[in-house]
């Protein structure tokens, strides 16, 4: 078993790789703007996952994903060069559903943002139910009868 930051040292070198990789060597006409977003690597560095995001359309975005499929033993050799591994990583190529994800977010809070001031508008016009102080107090005028009198237990004295 490898330890985990001998994993992660390979996994970032195998970012950087793929990505050299598809910026000069793949020529691929399907090949749109691929950014590789991350690279997972397994404990015993036998799989590596990369995650990849295309800028574009859904066709671009499946004709990349071909086009990453055929190059991947090109890739996986160029991996192998470079890392100097004695066993190179299978490579897997993943969408990253991170673009997605992050919009889904995004429209939940543009969603809280605007019941929030739907909710403070409400408010502004918003007027008591009952008294604007619900807790009942003594009046100032009014003389306190009970501090007059001694408590429970207590001797009273005169002087």
Do not use: N, W
């Amino acid at each position: 078993m490898a330890d985990a930051p001998r994993a992660r040292r390979l996994a970032e070198r195998i970012q950087q790789v793929v990505a050299r990789m598809l910026d000069t060597r793949i020529k691929d006409p399907r090949l749109g703007f691929v950014t590789v977003t991350d690279v997972r690597v397994t404990g015993d560095l036998q799989h590596a996952t990369v995650f990849y995001t295309v800028y574009g359309s859904d066709e671009e975005r499946a004709g990349s994903a071909a086009a990453l499929e055929s190059a991947r033993g090109l890739i996986r050799s160029e991996v192998g060069k470079q890392t100097g591994v004695r066993l190179t990583p299978t490579l897997e190529f993943v969408p990253d559903a991170l673009p997605e994800t992050a919009a889904s977010l995004e429209e939940a809070l543009r969603t809280a943002r605007e019941r929030d001031a739907e909710l403070a508008a409400l408010g502004a016009g918003a007027s008591y139910a009952g008294d604007v102080d619900p807790y009942k107090r003594p009046a100032e005028d009014e003389p306190d009868e009970l501090a007059d009198e001694p408590a429970d237990g207590e001797a009273t004295q005169e002087r």
